[in-house]
């Protein structure tokens, strides 16, 4: 092993390992780092390698640490963290050839694992230029003596060329819908909203940028404060934490309708949940799902891959006015002795108000509306008691406070009350005409039943901070630069690029990575292909390939056949028409030898030489020898010939 | 049967006969198979399309594909790098049996690319690697160990490349007339033959039989015919005569003047008398039962009484 490849060889491992830096152990990441540091000065200052029983040791250290760390030693997890230290291990002893190439390819399989947590566009391009690190190093192990440069123009050659194959290959080659074996439990990450809700937990995700997911209206796009998008309902409370328990009935939900349904199409990034989100309250949705007794949106299995669905939603509805009594039960339900000040102020509403349910909704907007409240995103803690200490003392909250504390007061008034999770608003991208959805939409609000009217819904927050709801989160919290940066407000142009970002980012996503089975199937009959089946798929991927790597193999044999075979006669021209300016122009029929002859009687100084070239010329392009050396000496000659206007003499 | 067929297959593959003058190298002529690093990537390439499905990751498929396609493109560029590539065997230098012939190969790449990580490999073991850049020649030595004295050929040469990425072995065989003369190691110590000229102007006397230059007392081991019988008739005892040879200019290298009982070893001490004539400045002629070499001096002539001796009793295949 040469220092200049181990150079190159420590380079891709470095690559390839670092965009794992963020999740592995931090100690994990700490060893990685300085492994690497430590076999780079090895190859710089040309010290032996360590010896293979402190490696040893090294490695079953690291083992059991990560056995320690992680409680087990299977999973994906754990596996991606085994690599990362196997690949740097073996970088420490790359003793043959043949170690080299292993961890060439550890290296190539080791991108593949970055992909569990990202697969956006700039994550392609990244892996495009660790693939051209990787290839100029492994070239170099095949042919140590070529300089960087031409190492580098082969490695980029092979990639660039290997780049429309590719895509001929992703379009064509049979998609398979895994997974094929047993995943384990932490196969997805997860993101986005939970099944419960405690204080904090929606502020926490209003710090985050990442995309929920999109929506592109078929009809009208419903003003923004209608858009609530429906995610996890939620019924129990156990002071602290709201959860969403089991149903009490199987009964499919009931949506008396006044208006015109709205339909859309959402693109939901996994969330490795079950439910899915729609517009309140959902009505149809395209993909096999289940719609809960409380209107949520179920998928079958969790949705650990991007989906898209259609909806339609009723935008104004009677709710489920005849909800069984076991239900009605949940929606009253309160823990005990808590809270004793808040069911006091419910206690006097409900006097106030003995029979109207709905002027308790009304006082109860109305207290927050008035009560000197105020929306943050850094609420101070709260105490056993929390709706008290919330209502009375602190009187700061994200939208998840005022939502439960406003669903406690109703159950304590004696009115069916839960809270409705999910996210509020969107953001409109022009270039794509879609809406995305963002983590920091996340929102809850809550339903109260009002008998006869159902299910009605009211948002507390919009009490307290009515731009929350119409303009979204910048606008509602006052301290701007806690939030992240796409929910602020940037400046236009600024604005402008993130959304042509997005667009890019949204088409990336719906051809490349949601490129499954269904898409290339629906693509392919798009194209002009009738009916496609797998062996359809089989042989045009075969005759594909096989032409366009046809075509290379043509491409890249075409410099063997360019001789130089033309320079003979590039130069004979060149002096003929030097001639010519002389005024002795050839006549196109003239041969070589019938114009030296003219030019000899003409010109009798320069007779010999043209006579002469001549001769070469026709020898070297009409005759047999094909000598170098024969053909140098005429071009030598043909140049060397001076030239001047009426005078033509031999240099 | 079957090993008949093989034979008749290989025959028609890889045409093995003997060729001169210059090879082009068509495509006719270079094969091409995966190396075993190239089966292990393919490996790796299926567990990765594993992965991809299993997880579904698009961008994982994107990389196996890549990877893949890259590993078939790297299979065109090894045939591109001996495609159209022109051999022609040179001249081999005679050498002494237990050195190391050298045969020269002339590569010509008439092409605007270069051809990097070439190797010709005999199948003796020897291995030589060169590159040939754009337009240019190449002279390559590819050195062979001489055993036996008499001709050496080069025999099937392969010329093969690994590059760029090692995935795939593109070859082609190389069988040229090309022979090198290999003469006999010569001995280490072994004394000039004394001189045998006709005319007698010699330089100098050593023992030999022509002229009689005295008597000595009979050691046991002397030859019969030289004991003095006159000599011992006047009672002087037993005697034996003494001859000197006046070496002349002309030397004489006769296979029957080497004692040795092994024609190898007599070749040997041939060599090495050539050597040493040549050496010495001395005019010498070589004398072998199939013929002889009429005295001479110089390079040349010490080259073809080597030659002689070389090929001495070898029958000459072709």
């Known amino acids: 092993m040469n220092r200049m490849s181990t150079y190159g060889l420590l380079l891709s491992i470095l690559m390839v390992i670092a965009p794992h830096a963020e999740h592995l152990p931090p100690w994990v990441t700490a060893l990685c780092a300085s492994l690497l540091a430590w076999r780079g000065y090895l190859a710089w200052s040309g010290n032996p390698l360590p010896k293979r029983w402190l490696l040893l040791t090294i490695t079953l250290a690291c083992t059991g640490g990560i056995a320690i760390d992680f409680h087990t030693l299977f999973g994906r997890e754990v596996g991606v963290t085994l690599l990362m230290l196997l690949a740097t291990l073996k970088l420490m002893e790359l003793r043959t050839a043949r170690d080299a190439v292993a961890l060439v390819y550890l290296a190539c399989f080791i991108i593949i694992t970055n992909f569990f947590y990202s697969q956006s566009i700039p994550t392609a391009l990244y892996m495009l230029a660790t693939l051209v690190v990787i290839l100029t190093s492994w070239v170099h192990l095949h042919a140590p003596d070529i300089a960087l440069g031409p190492r580098l123009r082969v490695a980029s050659t092979l990639l660039l060329q290997a780049i429309p194959l590719t895509l001929i290959l992703f379009v064509l080659f049979p998609r398979v819908q895994g997974p094929l074996w047993g995943l384990p439990q932490d196969a997805y990450a997860s993101s986005g909203l939970s099944d419960t809700m405690s204080p904090g937990s929606l502020s926490k995700l209003s710090l985050s940028d990442a995309v929920a997911f999109r929506v592109t209206f078929d009809g009208p796009v419903p003003p923004r404060e209608q858009m609530y998008w429906r995610g996890p309902v939620l019924w129990d409370f156990d002071g602290t934490t709201w959860t969403r328990g089991r149903n009490a009935t199987l009964r499919a939900p009931t949506l008396a309708d006044t208006g015109s349904p709205a339909s859309y199409t959402v693109t939901l990034e996994p969330h490795n949940k079950h439910w899915l989100f729609a517009l309140d309250m959902p009505d149809r949705l395209s993909i096999p799902s289940l719609l809960a007794p409380d209107f949520q949106s179920l998928s079958h299995k969790p949705v650990n891959a991007r989906i898209r669905y259609r909806a339609s939603s009723l935008l104004s509805y009677r709710a489920n006015p005849d909800e069984p009594p076991q239900q009605i039960k949940r929606a009253l339900a309160l823990p005990r002795g808590l809270n004793p000040e808040s069911r006091l102020l419910a206690k006097s509403w409900r006097e106030q108000f003995p029979q109207d349910d709905a002027a308790i909704v009304r006082a109860a907007l109305a207290h927050f509306n008035r009560g000197g409240y105020e929306y943050t995103l850094e609420p101070p803690l709260l105490g056993a008691n929390s709706v008290d200490d919330f209502l009375f003392r602190t009187r700061q909250g994200f939208c998840e406070h005022y939502a439960g504390s406003f ?173 010519a300016k002389a005024g002795l122009p050839r006549a196109p029929h003239e041969g070589p030898q019938d114009y030296a002859a003219r030019i000899a009687s003409a010109r009798p100084d320069i007779a010999e030489d043209i006579a002469d070239l001549a001769a070469r010329y026709s020898g070297l392009r009409y005759g047999k020898s094909q000598d170098e050396q024969a053909r140098h000496e005429f071009l030598q000659r043909a140049t060397a010939l001076k030239i001047r206007r009426g005078i033509i003499r031999a240099a | 049967m079957l090993a008949a067929l093989r034979q008749r297959f290989n025959t028609w593959l890889f045409r093995p006969r003997v060729e001169h003058g210059a090879i082009l190298l068509t495509q006719r002529r270079i094969f091409i198979l995966p190396t075993r690093q190239g089966l292990a990537l393919g490996f790796v390439l299926v567990l990765m399309l594993l992965g991809d499905i299993n997880y579904n990751l698009s961008l994982g498929y994107v990389l196996t594909f890549l990877l893949a396609m890259v590993a078939v493109l790297s299979m065109l560029h090894a045939f591109r790098n001996l495609a159209h590539l022109e051999v022609r065997a040179g001249r081999a230098e005679p050498v002494f049996c237990g050195g190391t012939a050298h045969f020269i190969l002339h590569f010509h790449n008439p092409g605007t690319l270069a051809r990097h990580q070439l190797c010709l490999r005999h199948a003796g073991g020897t291995t030589t690697g060169f590159d040939v850049p754009a337009g240019e020649d190449r002279e390559v030595a590819l050195p062979l160990p001489a055993t036996r004295r008499g001709w050496l050929q080069a025999g099937r040469l392969t010329l093969y490349t690994e590059f760029p990425l090692g995935l795939f072995h593109a070859w082609s065989y190389l069988h040229f007339d090309t022979r090198c003369l290999v003469y006999p190691r010569p001995l280490s110590d072994a004394p000039l033959p004394p001189g045998n000229s006709p005319d007698g102007a010699g330089k100098r006397t050593v023992a030999g039989d022509d002229d009689f230059s005295g008597l000595r007392n009979y050691v046991p081991g002397d030859a019969l015919p030289r004991i003095a019988w006159k000599a011992y008739a006047r009672e002087q005892g037993l005697q034996v005569k003494q001859f000197s040879t006046q070496l002349g200019e002309e030397l004489w290298l006769d296979l029957a003047d080497a004692p040795d009982a092994d024609i190898e070893n007599r070749l040997a001490r041939m060599t090495r008398w050539v050597l040493d004539a040549e050496a010495q400045g001395l005019r010498y002629g070589l004398r072998l039962p199939d013929g002889e070499l009429p005295a001479n001096n110089g390079f040349a002539h010490r080259d073809a009484c080597l030659g002689r001796i070389a090929l001495f009793g070898v029958i000459e295949t072709k």
């Not at chain 1, 669903?407 to 809270?419: C, E, K, N, S, T």
């Not at chain 1, 089975?517 to 359809?536: D, I």
């Not at chain 1, 594909?544 to 001789?563: E, N, S």
Request: charged share 20%.
């Open chain 1, 407 to 579: 669903v406690f007061l109703m159950r304590a008034a004696g009115i069916p009350a839960r809270v409705v999770t999910g996210y509020q608003g969107s953001e409109y991208n022009e270039l794509g005409d879609y809406h995305i959805l963002r983590q920091s939409d996340a929102h809850a609000w809550a339903e109260v039943w009002l008998g006869e009217r159902g299910w009605v819904r009211h948002d507390p927050t919009a009490a307290i901070a009515p731009g929350r709801i119409q303009r979204g989160l910048s606008s509602a919290v006052a301290d701007n630069a806690a939030l992240p940066f796409m929910a602020r407000n940037p400046p236009q142009w600024l604005l402008k690029l993130r959304m042509n970002w997005d667009t890019l980012a949204n088409q990336w996503n719906q051809w490349v990575l949601g490129y499954d089975n269904e898409r290339q199937f629906a693509f392919l009959t798009r194209l002009g292909m009738e009916s496609v089946t797998w062996q359809k798929l089989a042989m045009n991927l075969a005759v594909g390939l096989g032409l366009a790597i046809a075509l290379f193999a043509l491409f890249m044999l075409r410099h063997l056949f360019t001789r130089r075979h033309d320079e003979v006669q590039a130069a004979w021209l060149k002096l003929c028409g030097r001639l």
